[in-house]
Structures are given as C-alpha cells and as structure tokens.
C-alpha cells in the first residue's frame, strides 16, 4: 500500500485514517494492541503519529488486512521478523510507486 501523505514530523489520527481509508478507531484500537505503535499525545489527549509510526502501521496494515494475518499472528510476526518484514515491505512500497510513475508516463505517451 503506497500512502500519499505530505513529509510532516506528525499526522493526527484523522490523516491517518483518511489515508489508510479506515476509520480512526481502527487505528486507536491498532494503537492500543502494537507495542510497536508509540504516538506522542498533545496537551488535548490527542494522538500525534510520527513518519516511523506511518511506516509501521503500513506494515500492520499489510499484514492484518492484505495478507490475512490475525491480531496475534502479526503481533509475532513483528517481534520475529521486524527488519527483515519491514525491509521487504519497504521493497514492495517502493516497486510500487515506481510501476506507477511508469503507468503514469505510459500514458502520456
């Protein structure tokens, strides 16, 4: 999944929600079941998610809602394999958006 999010230090639950098109409890609950999730909160109690967070809650994402995985499953597969997961999904963001830059200049062709 290729997230079109501008380079900000923080993304309010809201954004995140509107990119991954789910809605932001989904992400709250995320949040809660992810020791690897670790947004900062504002004077208000409001969730504020970092770049590092957005790159994990693609990877949770790719794993709970593309490939399948349960809660529990994922959250093994985090502790287990989290580099390694993390670069190849990485690899697979980064092919894709590539593939898309080039659909793009097909077409203008």
């Known amino acids: 999944m290729h997230l079109e999010l501008p380079e900000k230090r923080y993304y309010s639950i809201g954004e995140l929600a509107a990119a ?6 989904l992400i709250r609950f995320w949040d809660k079941e992810f020791d690897v999730l ?3 909160k504002n004077a ?3 969730r504020m998610f970092t770049p ?3 790159k994990n809650l693609q990877l949770i994402y790719h794993l709970v ?5 349960t809660l529990d499953g994922a959250r093994v ?3 287990e394999s989290q580099k390694k997961t993390l670069d190849k999904f990485e690899i697979i963001s980064k092919l894709e958006a590539i593939k898309n830059n080039l659909i793009n200049i097909k077409n203008e062709l």
């Open 20 to 25: 991954f098109n789910v809605n932001a409890s």
């Open 38 to 40: 670790k947004p900062k």
């Open 44 to 46: 208000k109690g409001n």
């Open 52 to 54: 590092e967070d957005v």
């Open 65 to 69: 809602k593309e490939r399948g995985f």
């Open 77 to 79: 597969h985090l502790k």
